[in-house]
């Protein structure tokens, strides 16, 4: 069926470190875009959305990517923290519904 | 503002019971939908309903249903349970007017047994 999917199904860091998270959609008409974090033990909880006539957006230590081309999508962590550990998702907004990948885990060693 | 809540937060039914569950989406919020997560499968989208109308529907068997109430909040319900109905249902609300982020709650964890 239609998903989002992930490339890297668990990512290791070091503290300190940059963190990059990849995502390839499905839909080329797709227009809107949200990074989830998901902690354990918690829902999905938004990071940044981008929308598709932007290629880039900043927030606090994150940045998500838009490469309309080749539908991919990535999420920038900056000086990756331990409280970033956590599951990331990216989600694609389709008719009155998200569509989400799988996750991808992301682990911060000290 | 209060967020995304659903109750109960845990649940443990046998196989060919039904259930209910329960959210009550941010204040103002009129989109409501629903999405059952299983490891490895991610978040699987169930329906959503706007205004009481259920406007989109995922590829569930009949025995998840789901309603919208007039002030917003939503019920769904998965009778004769199944063992591989135990996931974590969670809801969203969002206000859908344009393109917006839909905000979770905690989840409802079912374990069918």
């Known amino acids: 069926g239609e998903s989002v999917g992930l490339h890297l199904p668990t990512l290791s860091v070091q503290e300190g470190d940059n963190s990059i998270i990849n995502c390839a959609y499905s839909?080329?008409?797709?227009?809107?875009f949200i990074w989830y974090k998901q902690e354990s033990g918690k829902g999905p909880q938004f990071i940044i959305d981008?929308?598709?006539?932007?290629d880039k957006r900043q927030g606090q230590r994150v940045t998500v990517l838009l490469n309309k081309t080749v539908k991919h999508l990535s999420l920038q962590i900056a000086a990756t923290q331990p409280g970033d550990s956590a599951v990331y998702f990216c989600?694609?907004?389709?008719?009155?519904?998200?569509?989400f990948g799988t996750g991808t885990r992301l682990k911060v060693l000290a | 503002k209060a967020g995304v809540t659903q109750t109960p937060r845990y649940l443990i039914k046998t196989r060919g019971q039904q259930v209910t569950l329960s959210c009550s989406p941010i204040?103002?919020?009129?989109?409501v939908s629903w999405y059952q997560q299983t490891p490895g499968q991610g978040l699987q989208f169930l329906f959503e309903y706007f205004s009481e109308t259920q406007r989109n529907k995922g590829n569930f068997p009949g025995r998840f249903s789901g309603r919208q109430f007039s002030n917003s909040r939503s019920e769904m319900n998965v009778s004769t349970l199944e063992l591989g109905d135990s996931a974590l249902y969670l809801c969203?609300?969002?206000?859908?007017?344009?393109?917006?982020?839909?905000?979770f709650g905690q989840g409802t964890r079912l374990t069918v047994v």
């Open positions: 839909n080329s008409a797709s227009d809107y």
């Open positions: 981008i929308r598709s006539n932007m």
């Open positions: 989600a694609e907004i389709g008719t009155y519904k998200y569509i």
């Open positions: 969203a609300s969002s206000s859908l007017r344009e393109n917006t982020e839909a905000f």
């Open positions: 204040s103002g919020h009129r989109s």
